[in-house]
């Protein structure tokens, strides 16, 4: 059974959609879990990553310190 409709998250768009997500969903960022939950949250809603998974959780850290510097 294929999957229809998923979004292709790449190195390309990463920096626009994950923050789309969360302004749309009204996320507030506390913490490195917060965005892993982000990260699911997004996959469950049929969001695919296709980047190596070292290189999302960059991406993910360097989100979560823009979001909560403290």
């Known amino acids: ?12 768009n990463v920096h626009v959609l994950i923050p789309e997500y969360i302004k749309e969903k009204n996320i507030i960022i ?9 990260i699911l949250q997004m996959i469950r809603s049929k969001y695919f990553f296709t980047m190596d998974k070292d290189i ?6 360097d ?4 979001y909560c510097p403290g």
């Open 56 to 61: 999302l959780r960059g991406y993910i850290e």
């Open 1 to 12: 059974m294929p999957i229809e409709n998923l979004t292709p998250v790449t190195t390309e």
């Open 30 to 38: 506390g913490g490195y879990e917060d965005m892993i939950d982000v």
């Open 63 to 66: 989100l979560t310190y823009m």
